[in-house]
């Protein structure tokens, strides 16, 4: 079992920034094979803005690359997302992922609102 259990998120101008966390337990963020971010806005389906392989492959959706960045911290055990220049449509509730032995995880999210 992996349990994760996100952080940081909240309220932000555009143009700012915001680092999101995600604690992993019962299991090595280097020994997850995948690792991910996905964004869930009212009425839309989650949707996988950012993923990394345990090889350190890294990939984002297009609406955010070059803004966000995806990254696992073995000595903390845990994945960030640092988002940068945020945008409004960047607003949503934003759940950690992992995929291991077979099983996907979730964690409980954590909301991303960008506003003047």
């Known amino acids: 079992q992996v349990q994760l259990v996100e952080s940081g998120g909240g309220l932000e101008r555009p143009g700012g920034s915001l680092r999101l966390s995600c604690a992993a337990s019962?299991?090595?963020?280097?020994?997850?094979?995948?690792m991910a971010w996905y964004r869930q806005v009212p009425g839309k389906e989650r949707e996988c803005v950012a993923f990394?392989?345990?090889?350190?492959?890294?990939d984002y959706t297009s609406s955010v690359k070059g803004r966000f960045t995806v990254s696992r911290d073995t000595a903390k055990n845990t994945i960030t997302l640092q988002m940068n220049n945020l945008k409004p449509e960047d607003t949503g509730v934003y759940y950690c992922?992992?995929?291991?032995?077979?099983?996907?995880?979730w964690g409980q999210g954590t909301q991303v609102t960008v506003s003047s």
């Open positions: 990394t392989f345990s090889n350190g492959v890294a």
């Open positions: 992922y992992a995929y291991a032995s077979s099983q996907r995880f």
């Open positions: 019962g299991r090595s963020v280097s020994d997850i094979s995948e």
